[in-house]
Nanobody
Framework: QVQLVESGGGLVQAGGSLRLSCAASGRTFSSRAMGWFRQAPGKEREFVAAISWTGGSTYYTDSVKGRFTISRDNAKNTVYLHMNTLKPEDTAVYYC??????????????????WGQGTQVTVSS
């Protein structure tokens, strides 16, 4: 079974930056799309960003465009989320996920078949 482990979360002031990492174990993800989602208390899980298996295509929710960048290193079985100019509304638990072999909308959770445990990001004002 694939395991995904997120790291890099923490407390940062508004305007600061963080880089989240998601490391895969058990099997490689070199042929799978990868995504990042987030969930704040009392809210549903929300799509943040996704990247194709080659890294040639990326997708972002409108609220993070121009501030966040998703990237991957398939040789290291790792996907990253670079988060710049962070805002208090970015506060949430961030989850990485592996895309399934079934095609579908990149921004829907059902597109993904394995999920990490999440890492907390807190942005203070």
């Amino acid at each position: 079974q694939v395991q995904l482990v997120e790291s890099g979360g923490g407390l940062v002031q508004a305007g600061g930056s963080l880089r989240l990492s998601c490391a895969a174990s058990g099997r490689t993800f070199s042929s799978r799309a990868m995504g990042w989602f987030r969930q704040a208390p009392g809210k549903e899980r929300e799509f943040v960003a996704a990247i194709s298996w080659t890294g040639g295509s990326t997708y972002y929710t409108d609220s993070v465009k121009g501030r966040f960048t998703i990237s991957r290193d398939n040789a290291k079985n790792t996907v990253y989320l670079h988060m710049n100019t962070l805002k208090p509304e970015d506060t949430a638990v961030y989850y990485c996920a592996r895309g399934s072999r079934v095609g579908g909308a990149y921004d829907e959770p059902v597109r993904y078949d394995y999920w990490g445990q999440g890492t907390q990001v807190t942005v203070s004002s």
